[in-house]
């Protein structure tokens, strides 16, 4: 059994396209739910799919080796971040080496680091006049969006689209392609 643990902050639409993707894989559990915002929707999810959730607040995720211990109790082999805003700490870079995922939505390294989260990044692809945006799926070091690029797909701009236009045709992306390639990286991890 490989198990996850998400990692989210917000609405975790990932979150349940992940969840419902795995559902049809046995020998894959999504183990647990984690979040930095006690009233974040993603927490729902664990009512819903029968997920245990857990709110982290700064100092432990800082400060102590919490975090850490509550994933080796679960057993967790791999950490998913879809949508989780907080820098992860070294404890749990180290004890995951390659085995934290992150999905940026923007061709990394353009529009990355620290508050280039949400719609921050598609006002400023807009802004740029770019012809193209798209995400970067990639594993998570000590600084933000700078681990190295696993996967990454991309999707046309015209003039015509808007911030959140921009913003629908990353999540479709978003939502096709990252399951996918967290079921490869399983499955490599498996071969090992
Ligand atoms: C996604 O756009 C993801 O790329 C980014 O944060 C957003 C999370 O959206 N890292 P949701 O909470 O999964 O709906």
Redesign the pocket.
């Known amino acids: 059994m490989v198990r996850i643990a998400i990692f989210?902050s917000?609405?975790?639409?990932?979150?349940l396209n992940i969840i419902k993707y795995f559902q049809d894989y046995n020998y894959v559990k999504i183990e647990l739910i984690v979040s930095n915002k006690k009233d974040a929707p993603?927490l729902n999810l664990g009512k819903q799919f029968d997920i245990q959730t857990v709110v982290i607040n700064r100092k432990h995720f800082y400060k102590t080796n919490r975090v850490l211990e509550k994933l080796k109790a679960h057993q967790i082999d791999y950490v998913v971040l879809?949508?989780f805003l907080w820098l992860v700490p070294s404890n749990l870079v180290k004890a995951y080496s390659n085995r934290i995922v992150?999905?940026?939505?923007a061709l990394l390294p353009k529009y990355g680091g620290k508050g280039m989260?949400?719609m921050n990044v598609h006002n400023a692809v807009k802004a740029a006049n770019d012809t193209a945006s798209g995400?970067t799926i990639h594993y998570v070091n000590e600084h933000y969006d700078e681990g190295n690029i696993i996967f990454q797909a991309s999707c046309p701009i015209t003039p015509d689209d808007t911030p959140s236009t921009i913003a629908q045709k990353?999540?479709e992306l978003?939502y096709k392609h990252f399951p996918v390639v967290i079921h490869q990286l399983i499955d490599e991890l498996a071969s090992e």
């Open positions: 989210a917000g609405r975790g639409s990932n979150a993603v879809a949508g992150n999905i940026h939505p989260y949400g995400i990353v999540h978003e």
